[in-house]
């Protein structure tokens, strides 16, 4: 969809009367870099009468957009009783940040719409929510200021990665496959991807949030949980090492909400490798 297309479907929008789930649908629509798949996922559920997988649709989205955008479509799902029930939904799942229950024009409509039920669902949220460096925000803007000063170059990119990330991802088959894959990350654009290494934890999939393993001897052990069949807990350290461990010997497992990827990842790179690391993680789009 060209800018003109989008600017034209946001004022048709602009005054979109449906529930909160269609209203947070309909803001897809003004974010520029979405992939086509979820663009036409999103189009196709506003015009079901009952839009199947809305939330996960949603959430999606939710996976590759920014705070500020996150922010805007949490608090209209907020609006309504449903349109909660999903937000909460995408927490529980990663799909949305935890970071949104800092937001009082979210958390004000949870506690004066949520049921008892819903509302003991946001408390154990509330309990898991992640604290964040306060300076991370402004380091955040630095860094973007920077690269839009001075853009970094994909090819020379592509040796940063297998020096700092191969060991947690894969692009293309190349790296391991501890964290998420990052083929095609580059259609979060600019801003999130920023947020994503400077910010790790603000958004973290269930599937990769972080374990914390105690054993008999009194060995405390943290990483990624990987299906494994047997009588072994297969777990994957932060540098991407297999450690196998017998069930019997664990006394404690507790799941974080904290990204495994250290948050300050960023600071072990020079300026110059996050330029050249980000131009080529923008340059992977699907």
């Not at 909660?84 to 940040?97: H, N, P, R």
Request: charged fraction near 25%; glycine fraction near 8%.
């Amino acid at each position: 969809m060209s800018p003109t297309s989008r600017l034209a479907a946001a004022r048709a929008l602009a005054g979109f009367e449906g529930s909160a789930t269609q209203r947070a649908l309909a803001e897809t629509f003004t974010i520029a870099n979405l992939p086509s798949d979820l663009r036409h996922a999103a189009a196709t559920a506003l015009t079901q009468e009952m839009p199947q997988g809305t939330i996960k649709t949603i959430g999606g989205v939710m996976k590759l957009t920014t705070s500020e955008r996150q922010q805007r479509i949490g608090a209209t799902l907020a609006s309504d009783a449903s349109g909660m029930q999903g937000l909460v939904e995408l927490w529980e799942t990663g799909a949305a940040s935890l970071q949104l229950l800092r937001d009082p024009s979210i958390t004000q409509k949870l506690d004066a719409l949520a049921d008892d039920k819903l509302l003991a669902r946001v408390k154990r949220l509330r309990q898991q929510l992640p604290t964040e460096d306060p300076r991370t925000e402004q380091a955040i803007k630095t860094r973007l200021a920077a690269y839009q000063r001075a853009p970094g170059t994909a090819a020379m990119g592509v040796q940063v990665f297998a020096k700092h990330c191969a060991a947690c991802h894969q692009i293309a088959g190349k790296g391991k496959s501890v964290g998420p894959n990052l083929d095609g990350v580059g259609n979060r654009g600019l801003q999130r991807l920023a947020e994503d290494m400077l910010a790790p934890s603000r958004n973290v999939d269930v599937a990769f949030m972080s374990t914390a393993i105690i054993t008999e001897d009194g060995q405390v052990l943290s990483g990624i949980v990987k299906p494994k069949e047997g009588n072994q807990v297969l777990l994957i350290d932060r540098k991407g090492q297999e450690l196998r461990i017998d069930k019997e010997d664990i006394v404690e497992r507790k799941q974080s909400r904290l990204s495994p990827m250290p948050a300050n990842f960023a600071e072990s790179l020079t300026a110059e490798e996050f330029r050249h690391l980000v131009a080529y993680l923008l340059s992977l789009r699907s």
